[in-house]
Nanobody, 120 residues
Framework: QAQLVESGGGWVEPGGSLRLSCAAS????????MGWYRQLRVKEWDLVAS???????NYAESVKGRFTISRDNAKNTVDLQMNSLKPEDTDVYYC??????????????WGQGTRVTVSS
C-alpha cells in the first residue's frame, strides 16, 4: 500500500515564495503521474501542476510562470516551487500520484493536504 506525505505549507506575504514537497512511500511497482491539486469542493479537484513520464509538465493558467513542478523519480518525490505568490493562491494543496500497485493495476493516491496562506 502506498501513501503520500506532504510538507512545506505555511504563511507568506504576497510576492513571497514557498516550496511544497511530497514523498511517496510504501509498497508499489512504479509511479506514473504526480502532481498538485486544490480542492474546489467535495470530490472536485482543480489542477495546479502535474508531471508525467518524468518530463511532461502541465500547469494551470493562473500559475504559469510563477510555479515550477519537479520530480525525482529515484526518490519518488514531487516538489512545487511557488514564487510570486498572490492572496488568491491561498488554499489547501493536495499531492496526487497515479501509482502502479503490487497487484498490477493503477490507482490514484492523495496526500493529507498542506495549507498555503498568502496575506499581508
Amino acid at each position: 500500500q502506498a501513501q503520500l506525505v506532504e510538507s512545506g505549507g505555511g504563511w507568506v506575504e504576497p510576492g513571497g515564495s514557498l516550496r511544497l514537497s511530497c514523498a511517496a512511500s510504501g509498497s508499489f511497482v512504479s509511479i506514473d503521474a504526480m502532481g498538485w491539486y486544490r480542492q474546489l469542493r467535495v470530490k472536485e479537484w482543480d489542477l495546479v501542476a502535474s508531471v508525467s513520464g518524468g518530463i511532461n509538465t502541465n500547469y494551470a493558467e493562473s500559475v504559469k510562470g510563477r510555479f515550477t513542478i519537479s520530480r525525482d523519480n529515484a526518490k519518488n518525490t514531487v516538489d512545487l516551487q511557488m514564487n510570486s505568490l498572490k492572496p488568491e493562491d491561498t488554499d489547501v494543496y493536495y499531492c496526487y500520484a497515479r501509482i502502479e500497485t503490487m497487484e498490477g493495476y493503477y490507482s490514484d493516491y492523495w496526500g493529507q493536504g498542506t495549507r498555503v496562506t498568502v496575506s499581508s
